[in-house]
């Protein structure tokens, strides 16, 4: 200990003795002077990744990690140094090429964040075959000013190199004697800002890096650049995995399911067996948008009717990642979560799954999905297959005309009123069926508001006026909001739900049969058009401030919980019965399988959730970011903090049982599917359990 307090007394001397020389012969002035270039590009790397943070993570902790700052500045110092092994002449193209490509980092994950609230990945590059079909969403919906702010970069360092050569800076500045010397002392002081910010690491950061679940937490405590190096590590890990971590990853899965009580009954098993279901992805649906109306008309009178009528379940969230609908379709059907890196649909989808729609055929029952859109898009043509359906009915089994176009293809209720035609077939033939409808007209941008009918989201109210005439005045609310419009493309899916349950009652598809309904994501609205939703002036027309006392807030926890989307089952036989009920029990997608195989009567022995109603109060939903959900209490793993939902006390051991429990749950879930851990020809545990 006495030799190490030696040696940092001795270095100490040595800086003091240092810098006390570099300020006699002027060598800070010096240095600047001739390494303008090199500063240049130092200084503009790291400011951008600090905005990146500043302007997408809005939380203190962020605002004051100099962990991260410190991370970025060491690699785009170590980047730099190697421009001093170019010749003069040379220099600029090598710190502008280096400049563009962190400035693309941040630009793209600034988009990312703004649509994601996560960051980019390496492994959703095979996704970009997509990006054509939904194009218009991504610019009109997603990027916002504050992603081009980055592009000052590149043109600072356009600015100072015109400078420096009309000074004729790269001529009198010939470093051909000391290259070399300046690379290895430049990268030497990118090594040593390295070794500080290691030893700053907690045990929770860097576990927490090395799983990069939680990619909020990583780019605020190492940085961007640091983030996007080791993602690109992760994203190749499970191509090395599957060769060589195949033993431990069905190690960890045959432990974690050794524990798994089997399923046990209550009053709802086998409430609906032997029934015809029909399924409808409900996309962009919102719970919350069901509980407003816009002078006296409901944005979902349908939908309310189905919660009326049926099983509502009011407080259930959906577990979606970057796959975004492919992976609510994932874990509905599989209670798997999705996976750490890409997404199932397109990088795993010739994987064995245990899922619904097989077990239901096991039970004799043929099985279909149908949806108006390509067949290839989030390879759903493979994938639906690998999901155990029958047949997929896709754009191309659809007569699709330019006046039925709505958003991204075929609007909704010509899609239902085509697909009733194929049912019909479809129940002629086969004695029991179970099928899913993928909606799609109620897509982001939600910018066909002329073919979405008439529905105003604005405030109208009669007055009386002093001589006792009437008339009527408009304060301008929602309209030209995107979520504004987001209602009225709603309340167009809703009228196009109607309608299908319309059509189904006439063609006797009703009878005998359960009609199940999900929203498989939230809209990925800004928060702001919820802010001026729920604080709205009539007076003023504008959005009240905080110290209003009429003021409701609606912080980052209440934007995260109104995220729940809708999850009924609604049938005739259950209309006025005592399950004809709201469930107001925290519920995830994952819960799906395993609550549907009570009732239905199959079961899934490697579904992650849970039967609602066993677990009731004590569900738990799991989010693929490590955040966690109960009926107790939201917590927020990037944060490290939580929101209490009940008068009941929270205990740290409660915290810390149920984080250990997400992120287990993460990784054996993710193992599944990379390691293909359910197929019994590669793993023979299956036959034993």
Request: proline share 3%; hydrophobic share 35%.
């Amino acid at each position: 200990m006495k030799r190490i307090k030696n040696g940092i007394n001795n270095l100490w001397k040595i800086i003091k003795e240092k810098c006390k020389k570099m300020k006699e012969e002027h060598a800070v002035r010096n240095y600047f002077k001739n390494n303008v270039l090199f500063i240049t590009f130092v200084i503009t790397g790291v400011l951008n990744s600090t905005l990146l943070r500043f302007l997408s993570m809005h939380t203190l902790e962020n605002y004051l990690s100099w962990k991260a700052i410190l991370a970025d500045t060491a690699i785009v110092v170590a980047i730099g140094s190697f421009g001093y092994l170019v010749k003069p002449k040379r220099r600029f193209a090598y710190y502008m090429g280096f400049n563009i490509f962190l400035t693309a980092i941040c630009m793209i994950n600034s988009v990312y964040y703004t649509f994601y609230t996560s960051f980019a990945s390496v492994s959703m590059l095979s996704l970009t075959q997509y990006i054509g079909d939904v194009g218009d969403a991504v610019v009109e919906n997603v990027i916002q000013l504050k992603d081009l702010v980055y592009i000052l970069s590149p043109i600072a360092m356009i600015i100072v190199h015109l400078k420096l050569k009309k000074k004729n800076y790269y001529k009198k500045v010939d470093l051909k004697s000391d290259r070399k010397k300046r690379a290895l002392s430049t990268l030497g002081v990118a090594g040593l800002l390295g070794v500080l910010f290691l030893i700053t690491m907690s045990s929770l950061d860097v576990s927490r890096f090395l799983k990069q679940w939680n990619k909020e937490y990583v780019v605020m405590r190492f940085g961007i650049y640091v983030y996007q190096a080791n993602d690109v590590i992760t994203s190749i890990q499970p191509k090395i995995n599957s060769m060589f971590g195949y033993d431990q990853a069905n190690k960890e899965f045959t432990e974690y399911f050794s524990d798994i009580e089997p399923p046990v009954t209550n009053e709802y098993t086998n409430l609906l067996k032997g029934k015809n279901v029909i399924v409808i992805h409900g996309e962009s649906m919102m719970t919350n948008a069901m509980e407003l109306s816009f002078n006296g008309q409901e944005v979902t009178p349908n939908l309310n009717r189905l919660a009326r009528e049926g099983m509502f379940f009011n407080n259930f969230y959906s577990q979606v990642s970057v796959g975004t609908s492919s992976d609510s379709e994932l874990t509905y059907n599989t209670s798997l979560m999705p996976t750490k890196s890409g997404t199932a649909f397109v990088s795993y989808s010739d994987r064995t799954f245990i899922t619904t729609p097989k077990l239901l055929k096991e039970q004799g029952y043929y099985t279909f999905s149908m949806h108006a859109n390509n067949a290839d898009f989030w390879n759903r043509r493979k994938m639906h297959n690998s999901l155990g359906y029958d047949r997929f009915y896709s754009k191309a089994d659809y007569k699709v005309e330019k006046e039925n176009i709505i958003g991204l293809g075929l609007s909704d209720k010509e899609f239902f009123k085509q697909s009733v035609e194929k049912m019909k077939k479809i129940n002629e033939k086969n004695e029991k069926w179970y099928g899913l409808l993928i909606m799609l007209s109620n897509h982001t941008p939600f910018s066909d508001t002329e073919k979405y009918g008439e529905f105003n989201v604005d405030i109208t109210e009669t007055i009386t006026n002093e001589d006792g005439t009437t008339e009527e005045v408009t304060y301008p609310y929602m309209e030209g909001t995107k979520l504004g419009n987001y209602f009225k493309s709603l309340h167009y899916a809703d009228s196009a739900l109607g309608e299908f349950m319309t059509e189904l009652e006439e063609a006797g598809l009703l009878e005998n049969t359960v009609f199940i309904l999900y929203g498989d994501h939230d809209a990925r609205l800004p928060k702001k058009d919820y802010n001026r939703l729920y604080n709205y002036d009539m007076e003023t027309h504008e959005v009240r401030d905080k110290d209003d006392p009429l003021y409701k807030e609606y912080d980052s926890y209440q934007y995260e919980l109104g995220r729940k989307v809708p999850f009924i089952i609604w049938s005739k036989d259950l209309i006025g019965t005592q399950y004809n009920t709201t469930y107001s029990y925290t519920m995830g997608m994952y819960d799906v399988v395993p609550t549907l195989g009570n009732m239905f009567g199959f079961y899934n022995p490697y579904a992650l959730g849970h039967d609602i109603f066993t677990t009731r109060e004590n569900n738990i939903v799991v989010f693929p970011n490590g955040n966690w959900v109960t009926n107790k209490v939201y917590y927020n793993s990037q944060k490290e903090a939580y929101l209490s939902l009940s008068d009941q006390p929270i205990t740290e051991e409660e915290i810390k049982k149920n984080t250990d429990y997400t992120n287990k749950l993460l990784d054996v879930s993710n193992n599944m599917i990379v390691f293909d851990l359910l197929n019994p020809e590669k793993n023979v545990n299956l036959e034993k359990k």
